[in-house]
């Protein structure tokens, strides 16, 4: 469960207070897997980065019971001056998993090669995603926190990332930011939609992408 208390968000734009997220009271259900839905600048990433507490609110509060990924593809969730091994080291102390186990998991999934053992600051943003999604896979999460990631990489690698998302998908829940229609059709199973500041929950999935669509016009 995911609850938003009072939350509001806002940036200054050319002198100009813009709300991104205003006064938003909504609790999303546990166990679902939520396509996040919403113009370009809507504040999709910023809301998944207020969840994951990677951004504080300018008020307001998010309660939540169960585990949260970071936002998968964020590049900031690793040190830039550590390598990639050390990073994911470092996550599994952190989340209490094994070291081994995860570090053979990310270096295999991730194929970054030498580069697994380089500084992050060194990656390109395309090596960064794979790093954060082979990590987040990694470790069995409630929730998953995930922005466009699948889109990451050829072919093949895409096929890959997707499969172990559906596999994850079984056993948890994800809040999931796409583009693609039929990618969110493939992996959700409600949603909501980011307008105007609002978050508006859609238990039936079609009912949350008309909406969308409609707003896109």
Not at 35 to 52: D, F, M, P
Not at 76 to 100: C, K, P, W
Not at 181 to 187: I, Q, S, V
């Amino acid at each position: 469960m995911i609850r938003f208390e009072h939350l509001t968000k806002g940036f200054w734009v050319q002198n100009e207070r813009r709300i991104v997220i205003d006064d938003l009271t909504l609790t999303l259900p546990a166990g679902k897997s939520l396509a996040l839905l919403g113009r370009n600048g809507a504040g999709k990433s910023t809301l998944l980065q207020i969840v994951a507490g990677n951004m504080r609110p300018d008020s307001g509060q998010v309660i939540s019971t169960g585990t949260l990924s970071w936002p998968v593809g964020f590049g900031g969730s690793f040190h830039g001056e550590m390598t990639g091994a050390q990073n994911v080291r470092f996550l599994a102390r952190i989340y209490g998993v094994d070291t081994h186990e995860l570090l053979a998991f990310v270096q295999d999934f991730s194929e970054l090669g030498k580069h697994f053992h380089m500084p992050v600051r060194s990656y390109s943003q395309g090596m960064r995603s794979r790093l954060t999604f082979g990590a987040s896979m990694g470790i069995p999460f409630d929730t998953y926190l995930v922005d466009e990631v699948t889109a990451v990489g050829d072919a093949a690698f895409k096929r890959k990332s997707r499969a172990v998302f559906a596999e994850r998908m079984q056993n948890s829940g994800a809040i999931m930011v796409s583009h693609s229609m039929g990618e969110l059709r493939a992996f959700c199973d409600a949603g909501i939609v980011l307008a105007d500041g609002h978050l508006t929950y859609f238990d039936d999935l079609e009912e949350a992408i008309d909406r969308h669509l409609w707003l896109m016009q």
